[in-house]
T-cell receptor, first 112, second 113 residues
């Protein structure tokens, strides 16, 4: 089983739609969780960290479910500019050091 | 401005040659990482370093080597032992602690010709 698994998509949605991605992780001792965004042929950039209590940043909401070992990203009112690949990132170490393990990414295409 | 810089952006290598990819950061971060990304794939960890003069193998270290002689520099050498080196290479750095953001360089596209 992969350490971090994502549905590769693509998810094709119209502008204004709400879309959600899930990501599962295998190591129950994983310490920290993130969503990164990667545009085509560019470097990944942090979208948001994922906290146990869940967190929201504008149209984006991230949730963590430790019992079922998954994190989720919800995007409301999708914009054309949201088209990108969304990478789920997990730190599986419990030593305090951040070793980042990336999922393969979920591709989102928002159409007019 | 603080940041992390990779060079060159594009690199062509002949089979059998070693090449070195540069990664420099001025964010004063302790941790640095090298990842490889193949088309349609996620990032796979090659090597990482928690502190100067120390580094550990990641999941796909075979055919690669690194050094960490200075805090700001973490060069990656792709050796001739790496059988399929054509890929997009990404260097990252972070403060190293839990929940700290990783910052990425713009990447180097290596092509074997």
């Amino acid at each position: 089983r992969k350490e971090v698994e994502q549905d590769p998509g693509p998810f094709n949605v119209p502008e204004g739609a709400t879309v959600a991605f899930n990501c599962t992780y295998s190591n129950s001792a994983s310490q920290s969780f993130f969503w990164y965004r990667q545009d085509c042929r560019k470097e990944p950039k942090l979208l948001m960290s994922v906290y146990s209590s869940g967190n929201e940043d504008g149209r984006f909401t991230a949730q963590l479910n430790r019992a079922s070992q998954y994190i989720s990203l919800l995007i409301r009112d999708s914009k054309l500019s949201d088209s990108a690949t969304y990478l789920c990132v997990v730190n599986p170490m419990n030593t305090g050091f951040q070793k980042l393990v990336f999922g393969t990414g979920t591709r989102l295409l928002v159409s007019p | 401005d603080g940041g992390i810089t990779q060079s060159p952006k594009y690199l062509f290598r002949k089979e059998g040659q070693n090449v070195t990819l540069s990664c420099e950061q001025n964010l004063n971060h302790d941790a640095m990482y090298w990842y490889r990304q193949d088309p349609g794939q996620g990032l796979r960890l090659i090597y990482y370093s928690q502190i100067v003069n120390d580094f550990q193998k990641g999941d796909i270290a075979e055919g690669y080597s690194v050094s960490r002689e200075k805090k700001e520099s973490f060069p990656l050498t792709v050796t001739s032992a790496q059988k399929n080196p054509t890929a997009f290479y990404l260097c990252a750095c972070s403060a190293g602690g839990i929940n700290t953001e990783a910052f990425f360089g713009q990447g180097t596209r290596l092509t074997v010709v």
